[in-house]
């Protein structure tokens, strides 16, 4: 189904050139628009379907002068079928917790994420961020959106310990996962491929056809664990298409 959405609430602006912190020597430029409150849930929708991603209020997509390394890429959930190490990843997790809550930022949360921008993103362009500034991105938006947390099992003293947040959308189509992080001391986890999975178990519970991962970088570190989830679509000039192996 073809989604519309009125584009005269719509004005798109151009950031400037700065640094991609994904591919080294690259200059990153982007496209953006403020989300209206009065149907912004719906303009999601259709602009997640044209491979903008969303922050806060605002959504954006790249818009590099020079490189078109960045693709919206999407799961599509009945086809995907967990490999043996993903397997392996969702046992080694079991214990977890799963809890759904209401986009509501806690100072527990943000000291779960400045830990792992710390060790992981250490100089990235969230590095510096303040609690007012984590609010925001929780809170301030008039989408379909929630908070996954994952604890550790409970003891006697009360919940276990937070070891993983998603920040994701409800689309009419599928999962958007805008923000994921998780406690940077627990590696052999791996907690961000396990948000993937847990949330494709989601979507096929619900009767979603996609779970969307935002965007991929062939060539950067960073992004190399979404390759792992295949089959995949990349949006392409005439639309969604199979990402070949």
């Not at 209206?36 to 303009?43: E, R």
């Not at 779960?112 to 590095?127: E, I, K, N, Q």
Request: glycine share 6%; proline share 6%.
């Amino acid at each position: 189904m073809t989604q519309h959405f009125p584009t005269r609430q719509l004005r798109f602006f151009m950031t400037a050139n700065a640094p991609c912190p994904y591919l080294p020597g690259q200059f990153e430029r982007k496209v953006f628009a403020n989300l209206p409150f009065s149907d912004g849930a719906d303009v999601n929708d259709a602009l997640t379907q044209a491979g903008f991603r969303r922050s806060q209020n605002i959504a954006y997509r790249p818009a590099c002068e020079t490189c078109a390394a960045c693709v919206s890429v999407r799961i599509p959930v009945a086809e995907f079928a967990f490999s043996r190490s993903q397997r392996k990843i969702l046992n080694r997790n079991a214990d977890l917790s799963r809890d759904l809550v209401e986009a509501e930022a806690t100072m527990e949360q943000f000291d779960l994420l400045r830990r792992y921008l710390a060790a992981r993103h250490p100089g990235g362009g969230m590095s510096d961020m303040g609690w007012s500034d984590y609010v925001s991105m929780v809170e301030d938006t008039a989408v379909r959106t929630h908070l996954i947390e994952y604890r550790m099992p409970a003891d006697d003293d009360g919940p276990g310990d937070l070891v993983g947040v998603c920040l994701a959308d409800l689309l009419h189509d599928g999962l958007s996962m805008v923000y994921s992080f998780f406690d940077p001391d627990l590696e052999r986890r791996s907690l961000g491929q396990f948000a993937i999975m847990d949330h494709l178990r989601q979507a096929a519970l619900v009767g979603l056809p996609y779970v969307y991962l935002g965007y991929w970088v062939q060539g950067s570190p960073k992004m190399d664990y979404k390759a792992r989830f295949r089959p995949m679509e990349a949006l392409r000039p005439l639309g969604w298409e199979r990402l070949k192996d």
